[in-house]
Structures are given as C-alpha cells and as structure tokens.
C-alpha cells in the first residue's frame, strides 16, 4: 500500500464549478502538507501548503487538513479552463521526508 | 522557485554512456532531491541530500548515483545509461524550515 494515495482521475468539470480533490494517508508522521499544479512538460508549481488541521485560503484555492482522518483536499472555486492540470498532493514528514501521491488529471471544459 | 536550476533541459545518449545531471540552487538550502516522473508512476524519490556529502537511497536508486561536494549543487549520474532510464527528472529543495518543497523544471532524458 502506497503511504499516499491519490485518484488519478481524470476529473472534468464545467467552467466555474467547484473543484475538489483528496489525497489520503497512512503515515502519522507527515507534519507539513502541499499542493503543486503541473502543466504538460513543466515542472511542478507549488500552489498551497499548510501544517495544521483546518482549512487555508488563498484566493480562489482552499487547503483542508484533517489529520484525524489522515486526510487532505484542495478546493478550486470558479474553475477556469487554465485551471486544467495535474493536481499533486505532497508531504514532509519528520527528517524532511518527501512523499507524493501519484497527481489527479484536472480538465475544466469551457 | 527558490532560485534552482537544472542542467541540461534535454539529452538524447545512447545505451551504455554515462551521463550526468545537474541540479544548482542560489539559496544555500539543505535538502536536495532528485525525482524522476514518468506516466503511470508519478514522482519516485531517486537519492536525496541533507547536506553536503550526505546522501541517502530513495525508492528507485538502481543505475544511480548522487554527489553533493558543494551545497549548491547536487549531481545526478546514470552510471551507463539504460533505455528504461528515458525519463523526466526532476531537482526539488525543501526550505531549510522544512515547510515547503519547490522544483526545478526538468531535464528531459531520452537513451536510444
């Protein structure tokens, strides 16, 4: 079992719905939490990170840790066809330990 | 992006040839990574540093070696390159307050 699973999608949406997308984990250990966005043949851009329980907001993205649960989302509101892009959750845990899920495929149609 | 740089951006070599990669940041941070993505597999952990001269295994080290004599730069080398090491490799640092990771943008690797 992989320590971080994520679906691969891939998850399409209409112009300005809601995006929503989860990564759980198994390891208790991970402490600081990400959210990169990769286009095709780019590098991955670092969107959100977060290190408690609760929620983060940062324009129209949304964080949402729940280490109870063992489990993460990012939320994207008033997606736009730019938006289209591999999501990929990450986590450090202690001895900067760096674990990804495998990314979920995002396309928002106009 | 925290100032990383990756060299070359593409290569095509042949089977067989040793080839190295290079990863250089401009902000002294302590952790280095090398990754490599291709479809179906996400990004696999290759080597990792956590200061000069210290490395360590990931989950996909075969045919790979690391060297960080400088903390700037961590080097990546295919020993004798395979075409199953035909791949997109990525650097990643992690602020030394271990908070967040940034990357590179990739080295395109083709062996034919």
């Known amino acids: 079992q992989k320590e971080v699973e994520q679906d691969p999608g891939p998850l399409s949406v209409p112009e300005g719905a809601i995006v929503s997308l989860n990564c759980t984990y198994s390891?208790?250990?991970?402490?600081?939490f990400m959210w990169y966005r990769q286009y095709s043949r780019k590098g991955p851009e670092l969107l959100m990170y977060?290190?408690?329980?609760g929620n983060k907001e940062d324009g129209r993205f949304t964080a949402q840790v729940d280490k109870s649960s063992k489990y993460i989302s990012l939320f994207i509101r008033d997606s736009q066809p730019s938006d289209s892009a591999t999501y990929l959750c990450a986590m450090i845990a202690a001895g900067n330990k760096l674990t990804f899920g495998g990314g979920t495929r995002v396309l928002v149609k106009p | 992006d925290a100032g990383i740089t990756q060299s070359p951006r593409h290569k095509v070599t042949e089977t067989g040839t040793p080839v190295t990669l290079r990863c250089h940041q401009t902000?002294?941070?302590?952790?280095m990574y090398w990754y490599r993505q291709d479809p179906g597999h996400g990004l696999r952990l290759i080597h990792y540093?956590?200061?000069?001269?210290?490395?360590d295994k990931g989950e996909v080290s075969d045919g790979y070696s690391v060297s960080r004599s400088k903390t700037e730069d961590f080097l990546l080398t295919l020993e004798s390159a395979t075409s199953s090491q035909t791949s997109v490799y990525f650097c990643?640092?992690?602020?030394?307050?271990?908070?967040?990771?940034?990357f590179g943008q990739g080295t395109r690797l083709t062996v034919v």
């Open positions: 990643a640092i992690i602020r030394t307050e271990g908070t967040e990771a940034f």
């Open positions: 540093s956590y200061g000069v001269k210290d490395t």
């Open positions: 902000e002294n941070h302590r952790y």
């Open positions: 977060t290190y408690s329980s």
């Open positions: 390891n208790s250990a991970f402490q600081y």
